[in-house]
């Protein structure tokens, strides 16, 4: 008998024919003699409705009042699934975040959950109830409602699973597992049957929508055996595991995009020092994250300071510049938010040579122009045109065949 966390995301959870497909999934492991925990999303879309609703209704509103709206789409589901197991017979119970209480600090849109008390949830499940918890949300030091940063409901599932010292955290989704690139970009993806946490947490970061970056983190941090799986056919799975020495490490694992990215060019700044830290300090008080910087050998005592940040920040990092330019007496400052990162992640990468330059002979081929370049010991990233994204991720995905057909499978 195993205690289990389960989470359901927004497409598992979209109508009430989902939910009670969800109820039966739980229930099967109830009756298989197993302890449930389930954290549940929004039903898909709904969120994005509540950040369009806040939006229409004010130019800038408070991030504060943009969580207490944002959480209530999960107020919706979890309900609704306690009802239907309930229903069934199985006694249920939905608890928000305040009750449960998942703790969190006070960065509204992007809180990090610093504890959870567990009381509940235990008294619950020690008398066969089983705890629908909202993911997404938290509380902070004030009572203020927070939330964790759009995908967040994976971490609320592994937090908790870390907190009950679960057997397994289940992130129960609408693919069967974690895939050698986006199933709905690469026809030809192929479903991992494990992957380490390190590169799973790399694929996340760089933009693997399947798993919210800190939710791998705490997997890896506090070792909750954590699995990706279809919540509406039963298999395996993907396993995120530990590295293992004895595992073979194919080069490349997977390949990740992201399309939440935008790039802001200052040319003609003077090639003096000092000049980063005034175009980056301005951005970085104001909280903007900044992810790949170039700047160009200098020419004429001057220089061009190139960097990227994420598509919503890009209009609010260029206001914040026009000041700086000024003061500079830079030549220009431009961007363009029709831009994407693609990037390959791979821990043999450490091992072999050449990754990057069969990464750029492929897109070489389609005639895919790259734009800046970022490496890390496991990763590759390149800015491309957004117009070329598809076309990229399946050219480097063929490139290191790592689709069914260049693993020899039928597809
Ligand atoms: P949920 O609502 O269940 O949290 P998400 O939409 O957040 O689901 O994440 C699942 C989606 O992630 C898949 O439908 C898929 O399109 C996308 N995805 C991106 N990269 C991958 C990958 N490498 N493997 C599997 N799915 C991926
Ligand atoms: N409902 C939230 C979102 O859409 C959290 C989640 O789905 O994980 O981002
Ligand atoms: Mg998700």
């Keep these: ?237 993907t396993l995120i595991t530990m590295e293992n020495d004895a595992m073979e490490q194919p080069v490349v694992s997977g390949i990740a995009h992201s399309k939440d990215e935008a790039k802001i060019t200052m040319s003609g700044v003077p090639d003096v020092p000092g000049v980063a830290s005034r175009i980056l300090g301005p951005v970085s008080r104001a909280a903007i994250e900044v992810d790949m910087i170039v700047q160009n050998t200098g020419a004429d005592g001057t220089t061009d300071f190139t960097f990227t940040v994420k598509r919503d920040d890009y209009e609010r990092a260029l206001e914040l510049l026009r000041p700086v330019q000024a003061e500079l007496g830079a030549r220009e400052l431009a961007g363009d938010n029709r831009i994407v990162k693609v990037s390959v992640v791979g821990v043999g990468m450490r091992s072999h040579a050449g990754v990057a330059s069969r990464m750029f002979d492929a897109l070489a081929a389609e005639n895919i122009n790259i734009l800046m370049i970022s490496t890390s010991e496991i990763k590759i990233s390149v800015v491309v045109t957004e117009k070329y994204l598809e076309l990229a991720v399946r050219a480097i995905h063929d490139a290191f065949e790592l689709g069914k057909a260049a693993a020899g499978e039928r597809v």
């Design 1 to 237: 008998m195993a205690l289990i966390v389960q989470k359901y995301g927004g497409t598992s959870v979209g109508s009430i024919e989902r939910i009670q497909a969800v109820a039966d999934r739980v229930i099967g492991y109830l009756n298989a003699g197993h302890r449930v925990a389930v954290v549940v999303s929004a039903m898909s879309g709904e969120t994005n409705k509540l950040v369009a609703l806040g939006r229409s209704t004010s130019a800038r509103p408070s991030s504060r009042e943009m969580d207490v709206l944002q959480a209530t789409g999960e107020q919706v589901t979890v309900a609704l699934l306690a009802m239907v197991l309930a229903d069934r017979g199985y006694p249920a119970r939905s608890y928000l975040a305040h009750q449960v209480a998942i703790h969190t600090d006070s960065s509204f849109g992007r809180a990090r959950i610093v504890g959870i008390d567990t009381e509940r949830l235990r008294a619950d499940l020690d008398a066969g109830v089983v705890p629908v918890v909202a993911g997404f949300q938290g509380v902070d030091a004030e009572g203020n409602v927070t939330t964790l940063g759009r995908g967040g409901s994976d971490t609320t599932g592994v937090a908790l699973a870390a907190a009950l010292r679960a057997d397994e955290c289940e992130i129960c989704t609408d693919v069967d597992g974690v895939y050698t690139a986006d199933p709905r970009i690469v026809e030809d993806a192929r479903r991992l049957p494990r992957i380490t946490f390190e590169e799973m947490l790399e694929l996340a970061s760089l933009g693997s929508k399947v798993l919210h970056p800190r939710s791998v983190e705490f997997a890896g941090k506090y070792q909750v055996p954590l699995r990706v799986l279809s919540s509406f056919e039963d298999g395996p799975g």
